[in-house]
C-alpha cells in the first residue's frame, strides 16, 4: 500500500505539476486512539474501564506478606554473600593496602579506580558507587589516597587528585561529594582538546582531612584545602580555602557559619546577625 501511495505522488501531470500525494488511511491503533479522545458516552465508558485495568490488582492476602518478607531477605543474603566471596576481595587487590574489617556496602558494586594507589585503614566503610582517579606523572609515582580507620566514604564519592588525598580516622563523607585535587583539563581551550591539566608537582593540589571531620551531601572540596579535626562541610558548600579545626562552613565559596563547640562566643554573634537581619527587614 505505501509503495502505491509512492507512485502515485510521482506521477507528473500533463502540465508539469506534481500529483499531490493521498493521505494514506488511518491505522488500526490511530483509529482506537481518535476513538477514545471523542467526547461520547461510549467512549468514556471504555476510558473508564482501561483505567481500572491498568490499575487492577489482587486483594491483599499473608501470601504476600511472606513473599514481601522472603525477597527483602534473599536480596540481602545475596548481596552479603557477592561482597564477602567476590567484590570485597576483588576491592582488595585493587588497592595498595587494606587493612582489617573493610566493609564494602552490599549491592554497590566495586569503585572504579584508574591511576592512584589507594590505601585504606581498618574498619573502613565504603561504597562502590565511587571514582578515585589520578593523574598521569613524569617522575613514576602515583598519586595516592590514604583513608583513616574507622571512616566512612558514601555513594558518588569522586576523588582525583595529581599528588596526595589523605583523608583521616572517623571522617564521615556523605554522598554525591567531588574532593578536586587535579583539574582534569588544561585552560587553554586548543590544548584541551587533546592534553590533560598539567601536574602540579610542587605538591600544592594536595588535600588533606583530619580526623573527625565530616563532609555533607554534594560538597566540593578543590584542590590544595585542608579542613581540620572536626569541622563540619554543610551541603553542597565549595570549599576553596581552609577549614579552621571545629569550625562549621556553608555556602559557595564557604565560609564559617559557627563552631562545633557551640561556644557562647558563637552563639552571641549568631544571635547579632539575626538582629541585624530582622532590623534590615
Not at 507512485?7 to 481518535?34: E, H, K, M, Y
Not at 564521615?172 to 598539567?198: E, F, L, N, Q, S
Not at 579535626?229 to 559557627?258: E, Q, S, W
Request: hydrophobic share 40%.
Amino acid at each position: 500500500m505505501r509503495a502505491l501511495f509512492d507512485r502515485l505522488a510521482a506521477r507528473v501531470q500533463r502540465d508539469g505539476t506534481s500529483v499531490p500525494p493521498a493521505d494514506p488511511p488511518p491505522s488500526l491503533g490511530d483509529r482506537a486512539i481518535r476513538f477514545l479522545r471523542s467526547d461520547n458516552p461510549l467512549a468514556r465508558g471504555a476510558k473508564a474501564t482501561l483505567k481500572k485495568l491498568y490499575r487492577a490488582e489482587v486483594p491483599l492476602t499473608p501470601l504476600h506478606r511472606a513473599l514481601a518478607f522472603e525477597h527483602f531477605w534473599r536480596r540481602v543474603l545475596v548481596r552479603h554473600l557477592k561482597r564477602a566471596v567476590y567484590e570485597q576481595p576483588l576491592l582488595r587487590t585493587m588497592c595498595v593496602q587494606v587493612g582489617r574489617d573493610l566493609l564494602l556496602d552490599p549491592g554497590t558494586g566495586l569503585p572504579v579506580i584508574y591511576g592512584i594507589d589507594v590505601f585504606l585503614g581498618d574498619s573502613v566503610h565504603i561504597s562502590g558507587r565511587a571514582t578515585y582517579a589520578g593523574a598521569a606523572r613524569n617522575d613514576g609515582r602515583h598519586p595516592r589516597l590514604i583513608v583513616g580507620d574507622h571512616s566512612y566514604l558514601g555513594h558518588r564519592l569522586v576523588i582525583s587528585a595529581d599528588d596526595e588525598v589523605r583523608i583521616g580516622a572517623h571522617v564521615h563523607i556523605a554522598d554525591d561529594v567531588h574532593i578536586c585535587g587535579y583539574d582534569g583539563h588544561p585552560i587553554d581551550p586548543v590544548a584541551r582538546r587533546t592534553a590533560p591539566a598539567p601536574v602540579d608537582y610542587s605538591g600544592g593540589g594536595r588535600i588533606v582531612i583530619d580526623d573527625d571531620a565530616w563532609i555533607g551531601q554534594g560538597a566540593l572540596i578543590l584542590k590544595g584545602v585542608h579542613v581540620g579535626k572536626g569541622a563540619i562541610v554543610a551541603g553542597h558548600a565549595v570549599v576553596t580555602k581552609d577549614v579552621p579545626a571545629g569550625a562549621i562552613v556553608a555556602g559557595n565559596p564557604a565560609r564559617p557559619v559557627g563552631r562545633v563547640d557551640g561556644s557562647a562566643r558563637d552563639r552571641e554573634e549568631r544571635a547579632r546577625l539575626a538582629d541585624a537581619a530582622a532590623a534590615r527587614a
